[in-house]
């Protein structure tokens, strides 16, 4: 299994190269340069497994033995998913009328980036171990990502990781899983802006390939393949559990199966894509709040930023550069890398690109997609109280909404993923008319301590936030070289 950027430029990778990577090289993002196929006869042996037992199955086939041996992947992912509150690690409820949540967010952050982040982090700490080194991992978050990365890679000894979330566009527990981490390898800082303004100088960080080998620098964002890799998982486990496979006679078609899927970034909207390219048969709804970028590129080809990022109910999709669907554009015009870097390169150029038409038509028969305002987040959310007194978050609302304007088909099963906790999301909930009662694990966050540095709106735009984060890297490395602690 070799790996390669989605613009042409690297090739031959193999997967310890990419995990210990952010962007590639030459600003595309990595993917195996060819998928295994899953046989309808692989599925069905899988359908008795537990989630992690999937995961390691899953895994495998991105990971060569001689890497990372079978029984070295089975004790990570095992110690990985041990946090877990349920000891299925993902559950399912299901509701009235057909509709299914596949609740993702059982981890230590309440939230599904938990699943590949635990996962990730374990593989990061292994292969730096065997290679006696260190790494600096530089994080944008637009909300659950960069408590997850902090609460997974607290205390390792090979690893410091820098966070930077949007001041004033998460909510306080979101801030808090973040802040109040004051280990000596976790650094935070606070932004004056949206998501998609971090990922400016994060992309130029990583762009400078003197700092990213001089420091280890990587990414923990889902440009990294191990995230999507893990992500893969839950679509597939999903399809077992929902599609009807175990009813199906041996000789019948697989069996079909419609994932909604809340969508900001893209990461999990490119994980189904890819599932679907090794053989299983999904059919994908990606549902956005009012950032529509990709509802927009799915359904008119209009691939554009808006003016600005709208804050929502649902902040963790509050994004207007999906950089994930670099990945979709790549596997579904057939690996064309000439044409996905002249795309990617024109959109983040100007903002704003029309697909190709062969491209589009491929991607809106792969992909559908709607959009949901405030309104219809909190609509969603009182009427699946009112039905079945199952608390929805924001984000999974979203995809909800789709069950309430568009009923199930009695001839396709579908099912919706529950991204995080709406326990994360109170003031969302009380908008809504909702109450909760907060578990003692947030309510304590508030007792806590909180330590983060600033990064403050100034005339040269997003520079001095780059000159601010590479003197941060620098200074961390100088003191991991020098063995003293960073903070006093």
Known sequence: MRYCSTRGGVHGLDFCDVLLSGFAPDGGMFMPESLPVLSPDTLRSWTGLHFSQLVVEVASLFIPTHLMPRDHLEALVTEALSSFSVPEVVRFAKLKEGLTIVELFHGNTLAFKDLAMTCTVRFLDYFLHKQKRRAVVLVGTSGDTGGSAIQSAKGLAQVDVVVVYPRGRITPIQEKHMTTCLQDNIHVFAADGSSDDIDVPLRRLFADQELVKAHGLMSLNSVNWSRIMIQLAHFIYAYLHMSGLEKASADAPLPPLEVVVPTGGAGNIAAGCIVKQMGVPLRLVAMVNSNDIV??????????????????????????????????????????????????????????????????????????????????????????????????????????????????????????????????????????????????????????????????????????????????IQSISSAREHNVTYYT
């Not at 969603?380 to 009112?386: N, S």
């Not at 993923?417 to 994360?424: D, G, I, V, W, Y």
């Not at 909702?434 to 403050?456: G, H, I, Q, W």
């Open 295 to 472: 509802r927009r590129t799915v359904q008119c080809g209009d691939f554009s930023m808006a003016a600005d990022v709208k804050q929502t109910l649902a902040p963790a999709i509050d994004i207007q550069d999906p950089y994930n669907m670099e990945r979709v554009f790549w596997l579904l015009s057939g690996r064309d890398s000439a044409l996905v870097k002249g795309i990617m390169e024109d959109f983040h150029r100007s903002h704003r690109h029309t697909l190709p038409e062969e491209l589009h038509t491929v991607l809106s028969q792969a992909v559908s997609a709607g959009t949901v305002t405030d309104e219809g987040i909190m609509e969603t959310m009182r009427r699946c109280w009112e039905d079945n007194q199952y608390l929805l978050c924001p984000h999974t609302a979203v995809a909800v909404w789709h069950h309430y304007h568009t009923p199930p088909n009695a001839q396709l099963n579908r099912c919706y993923l529950a991204t995080a906790s709406p326990a994360k999301f109170q003031s969302a909930v009380q908008r809504a008319g909702l109450t909760l009662d907060l578990p003692e694990s947030l309510s304590s966050l508030d007792k806590m301590v909180a330590r983060y540095e600033s990064l403050e709106k100034s005339q040269t735009g997003t520079k001095d936030w780059e000159d601010k984060l590479r003197v941060k």
